[in-house]
């Protein structure tokens, strides 16, 4: 505990140097959540739903609206089910970030991703901001030797995010046995391999700070070959948090995969934004990789340390 503590003032202070002010941030504690031994009853009570995009895997999650109307029966700490239901909001300030919902930049990077051919196989990844965790669960699906899971809110990982995880490694097995006959997997949640899979995975919840406070404290600390993250750069206050945490945990020939809207009207941040601090900062170069004009502009960006093998203390 005093490590992590010591870690914590470190990070913080890192951040403030980031900011070039006092954190001023909410913070929620980290930690880390562990599967539990028998996954059933995170599959109760649930409807599965599947993405077909291109040349994807189906990925299965489970209905969002279903969850907030079956809030009573999940254990859920933050009552963020509850709140998101009456309030009809997709952020709560210092409460709830979104996870819930799967935003639109999710699948623009999704589709880039494998319209790219990008590799995971033999990689450690994480999916920074997670929410369902479709893109740490495509990594999964196409060989990734570790994926982890990191979100905002606790009640996203264990009412969302894991369950995810684990329809889709059910899937995985039902495919190989020849059994995938519906679009979703049946809920055994008890097999040997599916245990083996939920090994090559690790869940996080917590604000940015205290996220890597927690991993920095780990010996050794993780270094990802892989960050993705998607609509995380709407709120500006969040930019050190954020920056901070990609340029302690990417290996050093790393890549961030970031998808964004151009602009997050009634909140702020933006692309021009985000890339206007990276480049103030000098660390990452930032190129972007693909635009989507419908709707509301998007982007998806590919940011790499300028100096390639170069190793980041600050």
């Known amino acids: ?104 930049c999710t699948f623009d990077l999704l589709g880039y991703l494998e319209s790219e051919g ?71 949640a008890t097999g040997l391999q599916t245990r083996a899979e939920l090994a090559r995975c690790r869940f996080f919840s917590g604000d940015w700070a205290s996220f890597l406070t927690l991993l920095l404290s780990s010996d050794p600390p993780p270094k990802y070959d892989m960050i993705l993250t998607s609509e995380t750069i709407y709120n500006t206050a969040s930019y050190p948090a954020l920056h901070a945490v990609l340029s302690q945990l990417l290996a050093p020939v790393g890549q961030v995969y970031l998808a964004t809207k151009a602009h997050y009207f009634g909140v702020g941040g933006g692309l021009h934004l985000f890339q206007s601090y990276v480049e103030e900062k000098n660390i990452f170069s930032v190129k972007r990789v693909k635009d989507v004009e419908q709707g509301l502009q998007r982007h998806v960006v590919l940011l790499s340390f300028k100096e390639r093998g170069a190793i980041h203390t600050t």
Not at 31 to 45: F, G, I, Q, T, V
Not at 65 to 83: C, G, M, N, P
Not at 156 to 178: D, K, S, W
Request: net charge negative; proline share 5%.
């Open 1 to 104: 505990m005093a490590l992590q503590a010591e870690c914590y003032r470190n990070v913080v202070n890192l951040f403030q140097e980031e900011a070039g002010k006092p954190l001023e941030r909410t913070r929620k504690e980290a930690k880390e959540h562990r599967p539990p031994l028998d996954c059933r009853p995170l599959l109760e009570n649930s409807v599965c739903e599947t993405l077909s995009l291109g040349t994807l895997p189906q990925l299965c999650y489970l209905n969002e609206s279903v969850l907030e109307q079956t809030a009573s029966e999940r254990l859920d700490q933050e009552k963020i089910l509850t709140q998101t239901a009456t309030s009809h909001s997709d952020l709560i300030a210092g409460v709830y970030e979104g996870g819930l919902r799967i935003w639109e």
């Open 118 to 188: 990008v590799t995971f196989s033999g990689k450690k990844v994480l999916d920074l901001g997670c929410g369902a965790g479709l893109l740490g669960i495509l990594a999964l699906k196409r060989g990734a030797q570790e994926v982890h899971f990191q979100d905002y809110n606790s009640t996203v990982i264990e009412a969302l995010t894991l369950p995810n995880v684990l329809l889709n490694i059910e899937e995985e097995e039902e495919e190989e046995e020849g059994k995938s006959s519906s679009p979703c997997p049946k809920r055994r």
